[in-house]
C-alpha cells in the first residue's frame, strides 16, 4: 500500500510545495485557478471525509502565479465529527511536501460595526473560545506550542502589503473559535466582544494550532459573510454564508494573487 505521500507524489509530481492554502466556505472558486492536478480527497488515505455544503474536498497542486502551491478546497470542522485534530494528516502531508508556510480562510460573523459582510479580516490573534485542543492526546514535549506570535508578524505584513496593492481593504482582529454548527446566541457573542473577539467562526484556529506544531509558519483571512448573532436583523444561516462568501472572495482572490506573485519573485 503506497502512503499518502507516494499516493499525492505519484499525481502531482515530487517539487516542492512553496505554500499550503485551505479555503472555506463558498471560496473554493481559487483551487480551480491552480494549473496543475485535482486529487479528491476520497482518494487520499487518512484525509478527511469532508461532509459540508459549499465546500469542494479535492486537494489541488500545481502552480498559482508562480508559485508550486497545495490548495485544500475544503477541511474537515470540528462540528462535523468531534474531531478537532481531523486536519493533522493534510498539514503533515503539507510539511511533508516541503512547504513552510500556510494561509487559512474562512467565512466568519463580524462582532464590529466597521467590519461589514462582503468585508475581509485578517487575523492577528484568535481566542479558543471551543477549550478543545487538537493537540490533545499528543505524547511527546512538542505539544506545548508556543502561541505568543502564532499568526505570524512577516506573513501577516506581506498579506497587508498585497491587500494595500490590490486596493482591497485588510482590517485585523482576533477571531473567535465556536465550535458550531448551531450559531451563537446573542448573549455568547455579547461575551465573545468583553473577551475582544472581533469576528466569529466554526473553524481555523486548530489548523493554526497544528501548523504551529508543524512548524509551518501561519497567517489566516476572514470573509465577513454575517454580522454576529443579535447584532443586526439579517437571518443567520448556512444558506446565507454560501450566498455572501463569494462577495469578500472576489476580494480575497486579488489579495492571495499579489501575495504569491510577490513570493514567486524571493527565492
Ligand atoms: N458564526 C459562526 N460561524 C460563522 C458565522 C457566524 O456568525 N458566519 C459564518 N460562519
Not at 503539507?94 to 460573523?109: C, P, S
Request: hydrophobic residues 45%; charged residues 15%.
Amino acid at each position: 500500500m503506497p502512503n499518502l505521500l507516494e499516493t499525492v507524489q505519484s499525481r502531482a509530481g515530487t517539487a516542492p510545495i512553496r505554500l499550503g492554502l485551505i479555503l472555506g466556505s463558498g471560496l473554493g472558486h481559487l483551487a480551480h485557478a491552480v494549473d496543475g492536478v485535482a486529487i479528491p480527497y476520497s482518494d487520499l488515505p487518512g484525509f478527511p471525509h469532508v461532509g459540508v455544503s459549499g465546500h469542494n474536498p479535492n486537494l489541488h497542486i500545481g502552480m498559482l502565479e508562480g508559485v508550486r502551491v497545495a490548495v485544500f478546497g475544503a477541511r474537515e470542522h470540528y462540528y462535523e465529527n468531534g474531531n478537532p485534530s481531523a486536519m493533522r494528516p493534510a498539514l503533515e502531508l503539507l510539511k511533508a511536501l516541503g512547504a513552510d508556510q500556510l494561509i487559512a480562510t474562512n467565512a466568519a460573523g463580524s462582532l464590529r460595526p466597521d467590519i461589514k459582510p462582503g468585508d475581509l479580516m485578517l487575523l492577528n490573534d484568535h481566542i479558543n473560545f471551543s477549550g478543545l485542543n487538537p493537540l490533545i492526546g499528543e505524547k511527546t514535549d512538542a505539544r506545548f506550542v508556543p502561541m505568543t506570535t502564532a499568526h505570524d508578524p512577516d506573513l501577516r505584513a506581506a498579506l497587508r502589503a498585497a491587500a494595500q496593492a490590490a486596493d482591497v481593504a485588510l482590517p485585523e482582529g482576533v477571531y473567535a473559535w465556536y465550535s458550531g454548527p448551531s450559531f451563537e446566541t446573542p448573549a455568547e457573542i455579547r461575551a465573545i466582544k468583553i473577551l475582544g473577539g472581533d469576528a466569529v467562526g466554526m473553524s481555523t484556529v486548530p489548523e493554526v494550532i497544528l501548523a504551529r506544531f508543524l512548524g509551518l509558519r501561519v497567517s489566516a483571512i476572514s470573509t465577513i459573510t454575517n454580522m454576529a448573532a443579535g447584532m443586526s436583523n439579517e437571518n443567520i444561516s448556512h444558506e446565507h454564508t454560501k450566498a455572501m462568501a463569494p462577495l469578500g472572495a472576489a476580494k480575497l482572490e486579488k489579495i492571495l494573487r499579489r501575495f504569491l506573485r510577490g513570493l514567486a519573485v524571493t527565492a
